[in-house]
């Protein structure tokens, strides 16, 4: 007898060790991407499915555990905070978890879960890893990936920087830049020109800095430091903006007249002075000029090899007049050119006849008054 009730015993009490080993969880939590990288003051954000695989509707609950300090964390379903789901049997929903990664961090790995109690006694525990990229800091971010632009002194320099604010606060920044004497900075955010922007706890604006040289600003290299500031932070960088010169010719005489008589078969010397009006210097200035037919023209000097930017050349060109030259206006274009620029002259000469036919055409009128006269005695008083 008493080994039959130690049986009956034994059987009841292995019945209800088997049933405790066999129990499983009514309530399963699952998302796909439970390992994430982020940088500091990233928002994550989770789908979450919550399946009820028992009998009976389920009421669940949330808990995060293990979050680290300073961090946080929001659950919500169809845009609403959520409290608590209630899940129909053999159903699931889905819920969305946010969590926030504070400014202020170390870069590293962080673990935490998420805790789904189901009718307060049946708990599902869903691990999280998030690795920060980064070190996080508590400041404003001014950058700016092409810092770095080559033009002429009548170029206008677009740089494209971006301004983040991975404070806690809202900050109001002023813009600025030191720029050289003569030279013009300006700021445009959204399509207008501003001189500050205001920006939200890890919002972020892009700026366009555009940079006007002065005039003729020489060729080199000029750096201007750029700042973002506000009463609690601030941060600068610098660009540069290479000047490679600009091209500038003139061609004029000596005291700007363009105009001189020459006399029919005869020449003329006309003093011809080049300037360098560019901030760069010329190479291989070739000097034509084109006349008016059987006109010719000679250069003391066809070509200038080298003319350093605001110097001046002479250059002495002769001209020669037909010996049918008709009296009149004559002009000639003189040209100075390089491959970068070109200056034209336009020089006009007035043709007169020669003194000597003059003197002819006045004896010829002498002897045809003379013979007049000796025709008039002879035969006048007959």
Do not use: C
Request: aromatic share 8%; net charge negative; hydrophobic share 35%.
């Amino acid at each position: 007898m008493k080994k039959r009730l130690f049986l009956i015993i034994l059987v009841v009490f292995g019945g209800l060790l088997t049933h405790t080993n066999t129990s499983h969880a009514d309530v399963t939590v699952y998302t796909p991407y439970t390992g994430l990288s982020v940088t500091p003051g990233e928002d994550i954000e989770y789908t979450v499915d919550i399946i009820n695989n028992g009998n009976s509707i389920e009421n669940v609950t949330f808990d995060m555990q293990g979050l680290p300090d300073e961090w946080d964390y929001s659950i919500s379903a169809n845009g609403t905070n959520l409290q608590q789901l209630s899940i129909r049997p053999g159903s699931e929903e889905d819920i969305r978890v946010v969590v926030t990664v504070p400014l202020k961090v170390d870069k590293g790995e962080y673990q935490f879960n998420l805790v789904a109690n189901g009718n307060g006694e049946n708990e599902e525990t869903l691990p999280f890893l998030v690795n920060v990229s980064e070190e996080g800091t508590f400041k404003t971010n001014f950058s700016m990936e092409q810092r770095n632009m080559q033009g002429h002194s009548d170029s206008e320099f677009s740089y494209n920087a971006t301004l983040k604010n991975q404070t806690a606060e809202q900050q109001h920044y002023a813009l600025g830049a030191k720029a050289p004497k003569g030279w013009n900075v300006q700021f445009t955010a959204d399509g207008k020109g501003v001189t500050s922007v205001t920006l939200e706890p890890s919002e972020e604006k892009n700026i366009e800095v555009k940079v006007t040289p002065a005039e003729n600003a020489k060729a080199e290299t000029y750096t201007i430091p750029i700042t973002a500031a506000s009463g609690a932070t601030s941060s600068n960088l610098e660009i540069e903006a290479v000047i490679t010169g600009t091209y500038g010719i003139a061609l004029t005489t000596p005291d700007g007249k363009l105009s001189d008589d020459i006399t029919s078969g005869g020449k003329k010397n006309i003093e011809l002075v080049i300037e360098n009006t560019g901030t760069t210097d010329l190479t291989e200035i070739d000097l034509k000029a084109t006349t008016p037919p059987d006109w010719e023209t000679e250069f003391d000097k066809d070509t200038i090899p080298t003319l350093q930017a605001g110097e001046k050349a002479t250059v002495k060109a002769t001209l020669s007049a037909p010996n049918n030259s008709i009296a009149g206006d004559y002009v000639t274009t003189f040209t100075a050119q390089t491959p970068e620029a070109t200056s034209y002259a336009t020089f006009r000469m007035s043709v007169k006849t020669s003194t000597l036919w003059g003197l002819v055409g006045v004896a010829i009128i002498i002897a045809v008054i003379g013979v007049l006269y000796l025709i008039y005695r002879k035969y006048g008083r007959r």
